[in-house]
């Protein structure tokens, strides 16, 4: 063994040793230093340790939650940041590649396009029905709704307007039923969609539509859409479709114009195999010209498989309904654009078919006397039928409650729809009491083929595309206005009554809460209330947003103006989009729109306006026309006469909602964030004035 290796064994009996003599001569000693070595911790002091320990574990853990929770919650603040911002930069990029120029009465012939805007009756004052306590059906639950409210929840609680026990007023909910729709340009970012492929077999002989597949397709030119729905009641949306009531998706569609995509469609009509060329993106088979339910069915069957600006045209040569690409020119047209259907029936017209495409082609309305359960709903023919058919299962909401939406009755949302039907108005026999001016009926259908959501406005892609259009969920508001350069910003007066004294001394404008309060001082109290400038950004007709949909608006005593309002009034009665008491009971049309126009009205060899007369501001004779006497009144006052020569403005058939240029707009995107309870706003401005 080596010597290091024999003295580290030795040491241990070395010291076991000199252990053995310690005690030997010192035993009390030894045995009070081998006690002292050998002590541990009491069973109070392990306590006292396990306690401080958890204790600090606790304080611990409790920061690093904290920390999480904050981190979330700005990682959430931030995704939602991000994504408003993103719906703003596109939103911005379309208005910016607008191609129409905002001046009414454009030519198709100038192949500009054109630019919508529809105003819906809600507001800023009265943004839902779902928060109207008036309402037995659809209301918001004020006690379990994650709708951001406002300050002035307590003090509701305190007047009695809601419960005790509510967490909510549902104040944070802003305009969100405006519709914006326009023509753009876009080089540098071109747009991107399904087109049609696989459309035709090898002899170009068209396949049936069910078999199709699809293509990706780039166009610097787009009809674009963007509106916006509301989580409906659950009454309303019994499949839980779209989620919590009250909020809102933001939804964007696309569709390319591309007129010269060709599909290679060859057509056998007389014995002669005709080539249909470039635009034809389909045609239907086996439906009459009578029966243009069915055409109007397989358009919207198109548009919702396939992402192109497309109309229905019915070709005599063939014959048959056609689905031809649209061109700038065609969508100037009121009738080319997308859901511009208009489909109504008239009785005792000959020359027409019975059903057809009515003027103005709204494309959202309350509809105008109605009251009925007759709906009827249809599907492609070339398309799988559903085993339920859907007829009569909805009613639409008397005015005083809702005027886009519709109630599904139980047990009728029907199965096997495998892509959104047409549905219409049946009005074919209640006449005398024939709706003049029928609601369009827009049917929302899942995956599963259920019709789970109607409404008069538009409603998202469904089926198994559903999502593909989302910009933005959890929306509050999505609130389009235009600029009026003559809406007046009042305020207090410089020597108000003692009265009014306590009345705030700001200035507002239309579309602050305390602008409609100036406005009814002005008509008692005219002295208390000055203007101090013009120009703002507005909701179109702003004088009858309270309740429009209840009532006409009140004829309103403006204070003295030195520049006339341009938006501040309903739409003109002669484009038929403003329909003013025609028959009793005395209604107004809530929906207001400004269209760019189109010239094509008064010579299209059409009565637009029913009074025998066809294109008379065409004709060279000097017909009837009709003249503005006080634009300022409201509805303006108006007198028919020969007063201004041949073929003057006056004597057109038609004419805008609103015959003045549109000088700037701007919408205003509102979101909450769940997870941090944040609010985030953004705006949109675009001008449109020549530089």
Same mark, same amino acid.
């Given at each position: 063994?080596?010597?290091?290796?024999?003295?580290?064994?030795?040491?241990?009996?070395?010291?076991?040793?000199?252990?053995?003599?310690?005690?030997?001569?010192?035993?009390?000693?030894?045995?009070?230093?081998?006690?002292?070595?050998?002590?541990?911790? $009491?069973?109070?002091?392990?306590?006292?340790?396990?306690?401080?320990?958890?204790?600090?574990?606790?304080?611990?853990?409790?920061?690093?939650?904290?920390?999480?929770?904050?981190?979330?919650?700005?990682?959430?603040?931030?995704?939602?940041?991000?994504?408003?911002?993103?719906?703003?930069? &596109?939103?911005?990029?379309?208005?910016?590649?607008?191609?129409?120029?905002?001046?009414?009465?454009?030519?198709?012939?100038?192949?500009?396009?054109?630019?919508?805007?529809?105003?819906?009756?809600?507001?800023?004052?009265?943004?839902?029905?779902?928060?109207?306590?008036?309402?037995?059906?659809?209301?918001?639950?004020?006690?379990?709704?994650?709708?951001?409210?406002?300050?002035?929840?307590?003090?509701?609680?305190?007047?009695?307007?809601?419960?005790?026990?509510?967490? $909510?007023?549902?104040?944070?909910?802003?305009?969100?039923?405006?519709?914006?729709?326009?023509?753009?340009?876009?080089?540098?970012?071109?747009?991107?969609?399904?087109?049609?492929?696989?459309?035709?077999?090898?002899?170009?002989?068209?396949?049936?539509?069910?078999?199709?597949?699809?293509?990706?397709?780039?166009?610097?030119?787009?009809?674009?859409?963007?509106?916006?729905?509301?989580?409906?009641?659950?009454?309303?949306?019994?499949?839980?479709?779209?989620?919590?009531?009250?909020?809102?998706?933001?939804?964007?569609?696309?569709?390319?114009?591309?007129?010269?995509?060709?599909?290679?469609?060859?057509?056998?009509?007389?014995?002669?195999?005709?080539?249909?060329?470039?635009?034809?993106?389909?045609?239907?088979?086996?439906?009459?010209?009578?029966?243009?339910?069915?055409?109007?069915?397989?358009?919207?069957?198109?548009?919702?498989?396939?992402?192109?600006?497309?109309?229905?045209?019915?070709?005599?040569?063939?014959?048959?309904?056609?689905?031809?690409?649209?061109?700038?020119?065609?969508?100037?047209?009121?009738?080319?654009?997308?859901?511009?259907?208009?489909?109504?029936?008239?009785?005792?017209?000959?020359?027409?078919?019975?059903?057809?495409?009515?003027? +103005?082609?709204?494309?959202?309305?309350?509809?105008?006397?109605?009251?009925?359960?007759?709906? /009827?709903?249809?599907?492609?023919?070339?398309?799988?039928?559903?085993?339920?058919?859907?007829?009569?299962?909805?009613?639409?909401?008397?005015? $005083?409650?809702?005027?886009?939406?519709?109630?599904?009755?139980?047990?009728?949302?029907?199965?096997?729809?495998?892509?959104?039907?047409?549905?219409?108005?049946?009005?074919?026999?209640?006449?005398?009491?024939?709706?003049?001016?029928?609601?369009?009926?827009?049917?929302? &259908?899942?995956?599963?083929?259920?019709?789970?959501?109607?409404?008069?406005?538009?409603?998202?892609?469904?089926?198994?595309?559903?999502?593909?259009?989302?910009?933005?969920?959890?929306?509050?508001?999505?609130?389009?206005?235009?600029?009026?350069?003559?809406?007046?910003?009042?305020?207090?007066?410089?020597?108000?009554?003692?009265?009014?004294?306590?009345? !705030?001394? &700001?200035?507002?404008?239309?579309?602050?809460?305390?602008? !409609?309060?100036?406005?009814?001082?002005?008509?008692?109290?005219?002295?208390?209330?000055? &203007?101090?400038?013009?120009?703002?950004?507005?909701?179109?007709?702003?004088?009858?947003?309270?309740?429009?949909?209840?009532?006409?608006?009140?004829?309103?005593?403006?204070?003295?103006?030195?520049?006339? +309002?341009?938006?501040?009034? /309903?739409?003109?009665?002669?484009?038929?989009?403003?329909?003013?008491?025609?028959?009793?009971?005395?209604?107004?049309?809530?929906?207001?729109?400004?269209?760019?126009?189109?010239?094509?009205?008064?010579?299209?060899?059409?009565?637009?306006?029913?009074?025998?007369?066809?294109?008379?501001?065409?004709?060279?004779?000097?017909? +009837?026309?009709?003249?503005?006497?006080? +634009?300022?009144?409201?509805?303006?006052?108006?007198?028919?006469?020969?007063?201004?020569?041949?073929?003057?403005?006056?004597?057109?058939?038609?004419?805008?909602?609103?015959?003045?240029?549109?000088?700037?707009?701007?919408?205003?995107?509102?979101?909450?964030?769940?997870?941090?309870?944040?609010?985030?706003?953004?705006?949109?401005?675009?001008?449109?004035?020549?530089?």
């Amino acid at each position: 063994m080596h010597p290091a290796e024999s003295a580290r064994v030795r040491q241990p009996f070395q010291a076991d040793l000199r252990r053995s003599e310690l005690l030997a001569e010192c035993p009390g000693q030894v045995r009070q230093e081998s006690l002292t070595y050998r002590r541990g911790f $009491t069973l109070v002091e392990m306590l006292i340790a396990v306690a401080i320990t958890l204790v600090m574990m606790a304080a611990v853990v409790t920061v690093f939650a904290n920390i999480s929770d904050s981190v979330q919650k700005r990682r959430a603040t931030v995704e939602m940041s991000n994504s408003i911002r993103h719906v703003r930069n &596109v939103l911005q990029q379309d208005l910016a590649g607008a191609t129409c120029p905002t001046i009414p009465w454009q030519r198709p012939e100038s192949n500009h396009g054109y630019l919508e805007i529809i105003e819906g009756p809600a507001s800023d004052f009265s943004p839902s029905t779902l928060i109207d306590r008036d309402l037995t059906n659809g209301q918001l639950d004020f006690e379990t709704s994650a709708v951001p409210g406002s300050n002035l929840l307590q003090t509701k609680i305190t007047a009695g307007s809601l419960l005790s026990d509510s967490v $909510t007023d549902g104040a944070a909910l802003g305009d969100f039923d405006d519709i914006l729709m326009l023509t753009v340009r876009n080089e540098k970012e071109p747009f991107v969609g399904r087109v049609p492929g696989n459309a035709v077999n090898g002899n170009g002989e068209q396949l049936g539509f069910q078999q199709w597949g699809d293509e990706t397709l780039r166009s610097p030119l787009a009809e674009v859409i963007w509106f916006s729905v509301e989580n409906p009641a659950d009454d309303q949306d019994p499949t839980e479709y779209f989620g919590e009531p009250g909020f809102r998706t933001i939804y964007r569609r696309t569709l390319l114009i591309a007129p010269s995509l060709d599909l290679g469609i060859v057509i056998r009509a007389n014995n002669v195999d005709v080539r249909m060329g470039p635009g034809v993106m389909r045609v239907i088979p086996r439906v009459g010209r009578d029966r243009l339910d069915l055409a109007l069915a397989c358009l919207v069957a198109f548009q919702e498989r396939y992402d192109l600006s497309v109309r229905l045209e019915w070709d005599p040569l063939i014959p048959a309904w056609k689905i031809v690409a649209n061109t700038l020119a065609d969508l100037t047209k009121r009738e080319n654009r997308y859901e511009h259907h208009g489909y109504g029936f008239r009785q005792n017209d000959p020359p027409r078919p019975a059903w057809f495409s009515r003027y +103005p082609f709204a494309v959202a309305s309350s509809g105008l006397y109605y009251n009925s359960d007759s709906l /009827a709903f249809r599907v492609d023919p070339e398309l799988q039928q559903p085993s339920d058919r859907a007829r009569g299962n909805a009613i639409l909401r008397a005015p $005083t409650q809702s005027v886009d939406r519709y109630v599904l009755t139980q047990g009728s949302e029907g199965r096997g729809y495998v892509i959104r039907p047409f549905v219409y108005i049946d009005d074919e026999n209640d006449s005398p009491n024939a709706p003049k001016h029928p609601a369009p009926v827009r049917a929302l &259908v899942n995956a599963e083929g259920q019709v789970v959501y109607l409404t008069a406005g538009l409603v998202p892609l469904g089926g198994n595309r559903r999502g593909e259009d989302v910009m933005l969920s959890d929306a509050l508001a999505f609130d389009v206005r235009v600029y009026d350069p003559g809406a007046p910003l009042l305020g207090l007066g410089p020597n108000p009554s003692a009265s009014n004294q306590n009345i !705030s001394d &700001v200035v507002v404008e239309p579309g602050d809460a305390g602008w !409609s309060t100036f406005l009814q001082l002005s008509a008692n109290q005219p002295n208390d209330v000055a &203007v101090y400038g013009y120009g703002a950004y507005v909701d179109l007709g702003y004088l009858g947003l309270h309740n429009a949909w209840k009532s006409p608006p009140s004829a309103v005593n403006m204070p003295a103006l030195s520049v006339a +309002p341009q938006f501040s009034i /309903a739409p003109r009665t002669r484009s038929k989009l403003n329909l003013l008491g025609q028959l009793p009971p005395y209604y107004y049309e809530p929906y207001r729109v400004y269209d760019t126009w189109s010239f094509h009205y008064e010579n299209n060899g059409l009565d637009e306006d029913g009074d025998g007369l066809i294109d008379e501001a065409t004709n060279g004779f000097d017909n +009837p026309g009709e003249y503005i006497l006080d +634009p300022s009144a409201n509805p303006p006052t108006t007198v028919i006469d020969t007063r201004h020569g041949v073929d003057d403005p006056g004597e057109r058939e038609t004419a805008p909602p609103y015959d003045v240029p549109l000088r700037g707009m701007q919408v205003r995107l509102r979101a909450y964030e769940r997870d941090s309870r944040q609010v985030r706003e953004v705006g949109v401005k675009q001008h449109f004035v020549p530089e």
